[in-house]
């Protein structure tokens, strides 16, 4: 065979191959059967997971001229919590090392799991009162209408759970 008959060869069962898979694809579709990959997700019954305030998203949010006020008073106020942010960070590196340890104490990794969860907690606490302390200070309506776009925001980034039987 020439050069020329391969080429054509190689077309006609590269043409059938992809007939076919268009084939199994449109019958498959056609007969209701779901095709499976990682973009799908079955529905389930459990309810979706509660969605948690997010300061930075809060913030972020706000109309500029606030959002400038609010981000320089987090600065300025949450100062008070670098300390506790190095302290998180060497609690959470000590329980790193206490589960890495060649020698594995499940007491000592517990207790350092626990003072790192407690320094992160802390920290946390700390930030939501400065937060509420700045928040205060806010007009209502800026607060209530930052807060409903933050609602928005979040409406079109989560995909609504379907329940069984429920329509596309």
Do not use: C
């Not at 020329?4 to 076919?20: D, G, K, M, Q, Y």
């Not at 079955?42 to 997010?54: I, K, L």
């Not at 806010?138 to 329940?163: F, G, I, M, S, Y």
């Amino acid at each position: 065979m020439s050069g020329s008959a391969w080429r054509n060869l190689i077309l006609a069962v590269s043409l059938l191959f992809n007939v076919f898979i268009v084939g199994v694809a449109v019958g498959g579709k056609a007969a209701g059967v779901r095709m499976a990959g990682p973009w799908t997700q079955e529905p389930t019954d459990r309810p979706a997971p509660e969605r948690q305030f997010s300061p930075r998203q809060f913030v972020m949010a706000l109309p500029p001229e606030h959002r400038r006020n609010v981000t320089r008073r987090l600065m300025s106020e949450g100062g008070g919590s670098l300390p506790m942010m190095r302290e998180a960070r060497a609690a959470g590196e000590q329980a790193l090392a206490t589960l890495s340890a060649d020698d594995f104490d499940p007491d000592a990794a517990l207790a350092a799991l626990n003072t790192a969860r407690d320094a992160q907690l802390r920290l946390e606490r700390r930030g939501y009162e400065v937060l509420v302390e700045i928040l205060n200070d806010l007009p209502d309506d800026v607060r209530l209408e930052t807060l409903k776009q933050v609602r928005r925001q979040d409406d079109r980034r989560t995909p609504r759970r379907r329940r069984r039987g429920e329509a596309d």
